[in-house]
């Protein structure tokens, strides 16, 4: 079965956390491994808070080259679990207001850090997945960021006018073309659209429309089978 690399970006997007990847200063050449949160940018790139304290930061500073394994949180064996590493670079950034309102939409906890003078934010510019969907279902793609991704102050506006019709106890953490990041009682959950359109117009109208297909304006409890 063929792979796309939506796949790639709907894992990413249901994730907290992951393992990065980056070659050791200490210990040169091999390989050295974080358990660290993440956030994603408007076009599906992982964006870390690190301090430069942190022997991963100063791995990344020697040389960007970089993974970053997710997996979903299926119970059973992790063998069974949909999961992925992606290969990249990383390099430092600076983020405006409506980029780290949307990085700490994806990590709260991140909040207290950002007044540490310490911590800067470093973004992983993709090139390659490896993607294991299932049995049969594995193989290498290309990175494809997303295309024509909502202007920052366009996502803010549509989110805002989202969270006034959402029930109590469900929030809306970001929305793209592809669809909506949803928290549900602490989890977050991706629901899919389809637009008939281009522009925020059109994705608010198709976003609208899941959610009420789903059930979701009037109840927090949603049915089975709602999210991908």
């Known amino acids: 079965m063929k792979l796309d690399y939506t796949e790639v970006r709907r894992l990413l997007r249901t994730g907290r956390s992951g393992a990065l990847g980056s070659i050791s200063v200490a210990m040169s050449g091999y390989p050295f491994v974080s ?32 993974s970053l394994m997710v997996s979903d949180e299926a119970p059973g064996s992790s063998l069974e679990r949909v999961r992925l590493t992606l290969l990249g670079t990383m390099d430092r950034v600076d983020l405006d207001e409506f980029g780290r309102a949307r990085f700490l939409r994806y990590s709260p906890n991140s909040a207290e850090f950002l007044d540490w003078g310490d911590f800067s934010f470093f973004r992983m510019e993709p090139l390659k997945a490896r993607f294991i969907g299932g049995f049969g279902r594995m193989g290498w793609l290309d990175a494809v960021p997303l295309n024509d991704p909502l202007e920052p102050a366009e996502e803010t506006a549509l989110l805002e006018a989202l969270a006034r019709r959402l029930p109590v106890g469900m929030g809306v953490e970001g929305l793209d073309p592809e669809g909506a990041d949803l928290l549900v009682a602490g989890v977050r959950r991706r629901i899919a659209v389809e637009p008939m359109g281009t522009g925020p117009a059109a994705l608010f109208e198709a976003t ?11 109840s927090a409890d949603p049915p089975a089978g709602v999210f991908v």
Do not use: I, W
Not at 38 to 59: C, I, M, Q, V
Not at 208 to 218: I, K, N, S, V
């Open 35 to 66: 358990l660290l949160p993440y956030g994603l940018d408007a076009r599906g790139r992982p964006l870390f808070l690190l301090s430069r304290l942190a022997e991963h930061t100063k791995n990344l500073l020697a040389d960007p080259r970089a």
């Open 208 to 218: 609208c429309d899941a959610l009420d297909r789903a059930g979701l304006f009037e």
